[in-house]
């Protein structure tokens, strides 16, 4: 398997049928960077415009429409001393009488301590000081080209992935995509050092990444939504407004699954989703909102069907 090292020129602010960036094949590893929501890169250039710049896209050989690409995040690294968060919650995570309650919003400076993995706003706050937090990197925004030749905002998600926010997306975890397009045509950007669940003021802690990926083709694997894996869990994601769409996509994503790969009946896994499942908010700030049902593997058959 060969390591591909990519030094980005140029970013998309959709996720789509645009000219690959470079070839890969099955089980290569891929490193790169991405920069931050806002196109600041990591030496605090403006290198693209908002909203979530996308280093990409990667053509993976073999990947065609019926098959899974299986993102590998091995490594997940801050490569920036600084980043930015917003300060006031979103107007629609409030009840409406309160909107006028919030204050005028303004963005908030982070130093981030890679060898401490720690970051920490950088001018006191009038209550909580300097405000200390271990850091948790994950990727924000990351998929694969949709269907029929769309290019989707990087603003929002869907089947295709996107800008789902979900804390889960970190060093450790696989991500499946439904390849919908030759070569899968993979995205990724947008990395918080650190995100509360919701993202519920409209950003984590932005910042610029170098990534350490693993691609690979499962051919003949068809999947509708995304999902993803780690050594504890497994978890299914739905992306749409309202959120309780968002919830019907991650739930019969997960049964799908159940049934499909693991042999189980559809009682046996609404049994175990009803006892067992569990329920994380990805973004619940942009245009298509993120649910994801999630799984332990504790709960599993030894083997699967």
């Known amino acids: 398997m060969t390591i591909h090292r990519y030094e980005p020129d140029g970013y998309h602010n959709t996720i789509g049928s645009h000219p690959a960036v470079l070839t890969v094949e099955s089980g290569d590893t891929l490193i790169t960077t991405t920069i931050d929501a806002f196109g600041w890169d990591q030496r605090g250039r403006q290198a693209a415009g908002r909203p979530n710049p996308q280093t990409g896209p990667f053509y993976v050989a073999g990947a065609e429409p019926g098959d899974t690409l299986a993102v590998d995040l091995v490594r997940l690294q801050p490569n920036r001393p600084t980043g930015f968060t917003r300060d006031v919650v979103s107007p629609n995570v409030v009840e409406p009488e309160y909107v006028w309650s919030l204050p005028q919003g303004e963005l908030i400076t982070w130093h981030i301590d890679p060898v ?7 001018h006191p706050l009038p209550h909580l000081g300097q405000l200390c937090l271990p850091l948790d990197p994950m990727i924000g925004c990351f998929g694969v080209a949709p269907a029929l ?6 603003a929002t998600s869907g089947p295709h992935g996107g800008n789902m926010d979900y804390r889960g997306f970190r060093a ?10 030759p070569g899968a045509l993979f995205f990724i950007g947008d990395g918080h050092a650190v995100q509360g669940d919701g993202e519920i003021v409209g950003t984590g802690i932005e910042t610029s990444f170098e990534v350490e990926l693993v691609l690979r083709v499962l051919k003949g694997w068809r999947i509708n939504w995304p999902r993803g894996e780690n050594g504890d869990d497994l978890f299914t994601v739905g992306n749409a407004r309202p959120l309780d769409q968002a919830v019907q996509h991650a739930t019969t994503e997960m049964l799908r699954w159940l049934t499909e790969s693991y042999g189980l009946t559809a009682q046996e896994a609404s049994i175990l989703l009803g006892q067992c499942g569990r329920y994380d908010l990805g973004n619940i700030y942009d245009p298509a909102y993120t649910m994801v049902c999630r799984l332990s593997k504790r709960w599993l058959p030894a083997e699967r069907g």
């Open 149 to 154: 030749g769309q290019a989707i905002s990087t």
């Open 116 to 122: 401490r993995r720690e970051a920490t706003t950088a």
């Open 172 to 181: 450790g975890t696989t991500a499946y995509f439904p390849v919908m397009a």
